[in-house]
């Protein structure tokens, strides 16, 4: 259903934190003029943690009538509570996104038998496609493979977002549940391997750089192409990596903005790029052919 280079955007905010929403806009049509094959709204990346629940979802409407069907949307709408999660993905499909993209639950570390319980009961209550979504190094809890063989059998459970950057966990689960669900890499610096391996595709970060490379690095990978996608990748590797040299999305922001995109907007307790950080990201930039 989904597949490719999925930008998890940006949130364009002005220096007083308010939501751009005109650069919001020209975002979406700078990635639909350069391949990205879906937008991924509200994520991680696009600062869902600092935007209250009517931002969240003018953020999600926005997005999906500027697409205007030309590629698909996913609205982030993970939360640390079940029933925050059911209402704002009910509320994401109601503006139109296509999927949701939720997050495990995130600070309170419930158990395996609490993460499938807590997706079985979105997935019940919204009938909106859904993508889990498995980062612990910023969650502190990890979905075990076997939990997402479970969801995998409920009908609307059409995805999962492998952020952990493990290769042999990401085969894994592709040999486990990629007959039923699609697996996404959700770590650009491996998200090559991962589609070569049978994966749909990259949730990227770098994609809000080098949005055609990242479009024509995954499909390559899909195609089998490993010469192509390597060449591409290599290009990329250093935006792979220092697009994280604080945390995200404190670095792509800093990038986006050097691209004349977005204002230097972005909100506490998340700061602007420290200043000895700049040369790094600016290089990396260069390195990958956007600067």
């Known amino acids: 259903m989904f597949h490719g280079s999925m930008v998890a955007l940006v949130t364009p905010m002005r220096a007083d934190g308010s939501v751009d929403e005109e650069s919001l806009r020209g975002l979406v049509e700078f990635h639909v003029a350069n391949g990205t094959d879906a937008l991924v709204a509200v994520g991680t990346t696009g600062e869902a943690s600092t935007l209250d629940n009517d931002e969240h979802v003018g953020v999600v409407r926005r997005v999906v009538e500027t697409a205007a069907g030309r590629v698909p949307v996913i609205a982030g709408t993970g939360s640390n509570s079940t029933r925050e ?12 996104a296509d999927a949701c993209l939720l997050v495990t639950p995130y600070y309170v570390k419930p158990t395996q038998e609490g993460l499938y319980r807590h997706f ?14 498995n980062v612990p190094g910023r969650t502190a809890v990890d979905m075990q493979n076997a ?28 040999q486990l549940c990629g007959e039923r669900m699609d697996i ?12 070569l391996m049978g994966a749909k595709g990259d949730i990227s970060v770098t994609a809000n750089v080098a949005p055609r490379d990242m479009h024509e690095m995954c499909a390559a990978a899909r195609a089998g192409d490993r010469a192509r996608a390597e060449a591409i990748n290599q290009r990329l590797m250093a935006l792979h990596k220092n697009l994280f040299v604080e945390a995200n999305p404190i670095p792509v922001k800093w990038a986006v903005q050097q691209l004349g995109l977005i204002p230097p907007g972005i909100r506490l307790p998340l700061t602007p790029l420290s200043e000895q950080h700049h040369e790094t990201v600016r290089q990396a930039m260069v390195q990958a052919g956007v600067l």
């Not at 999660?85 to 139109?96: F, K, Y």
């Not at 079985?120 to 496609?129: D, M, R, S």
């Not at 997402?148 to 009908?155: G, K, N, P």
């Open 85 to 96: 999660a059911i209402e704002l993905t009910r509320a994401a499909m109601e503006v139109g």
């Open 120 to 133: 079985k009961a979105v997935a019940e209550a919204v009938p909106v496609p859904q993508i889990l979504y």
């Open 147 to 174: 939990t997402v063989e479970r969801l995998s059998h409920i009908a609307n459970i059409v995805g999962i977002k492998d952020a952990t950057g493990n290769l042999e966990r990401g085969r894994e689960l592709i």
């Open 184 to 195: 996404f890499s959700g770590d650009d610096a491996t998200a090559m391997e991962l589609i």
